[in-house]
C-alpha cells in the first residue's frame, strides 16, 4: 500500500509518500516540504499547494491519503486558511479516487512514539528510528507527514 501524507498548509506543505508492503518496514519514497511564497496572494499559494499534490499524486499513484485532522489555533484567519487548504488537498485525493483517512495530533503521538502528549523532539527522535530517511529535513511540516504517513502504515497497513 502507498500512502501520500500531508500536513496540510499554504506557506508550508509537509508531504511524503511511504510504502508499507506487508510485514517489510515502511518504506520512504518521497518527503518534501513545499513552500509557496508568502507575497504571492492567498489565493494564488492555495492553487500552487494543489496543484503540488497533484503533481505527487500523478508520480507516486498512492493507494490511499492521510492527514492529520485540524485542530483550531487562537489565530482564527490562519485556522480559515488552513481549513481551505485541507479542502483545495481533499479535492485532490478524491478526484484521484483515494481513500482519505484523518487522524487526530493524539492518535499521531500514539502511533509513533506510543504516548499521547509526545513532545516534538520525540517524535522527530522516533520518526528517524522507524523509518530511513536518507536526507536532511529543514522543516517539521515534513517530519510531520512523515510520522502522518507512519500512522496510517500502524492503523491500515496491509499488502494490496
Known sequence: MKILAVDPGYDRLGIAVIDKNGTTKETLLYSDCYTTNPKDTF?????????????????????????ETLFFTKNQKTALHVAETRGAILYQALNNNLTVYEYT?????IAVTG??????????????????????IKY?????????????????????
Open 43 to 67: 489565493y494564488t499559494r492555495l492553487h500552487q499547494v494543489s496543484l503540488e499534490v497533484a503533481r505527487v499524486i500523478e508520480k507516486y499513484s498512492p493507494d490511499v491519503f492521510a492527514m
Open 105 to 109: 495530533p493524539i492518535a499521531v503521538k
Open 115 to 136: 504516548y499521547g502528549k509526545s513532545d516534538k523532539k520525540q517524535i522527530l527522535s522516533m520518526v528517524d528510528k522507524l523509518i530511513s530517511i536518507n536526507k536532511k
Open 140 to 160: 517539521d511540516d515534513e517530519y510531520d507527514a512523515i510520522a502522518i504517513g507512519l500512522t496510517c502504515a500502524a492503523i491500515h497497513g496491509r499488502a494490496k
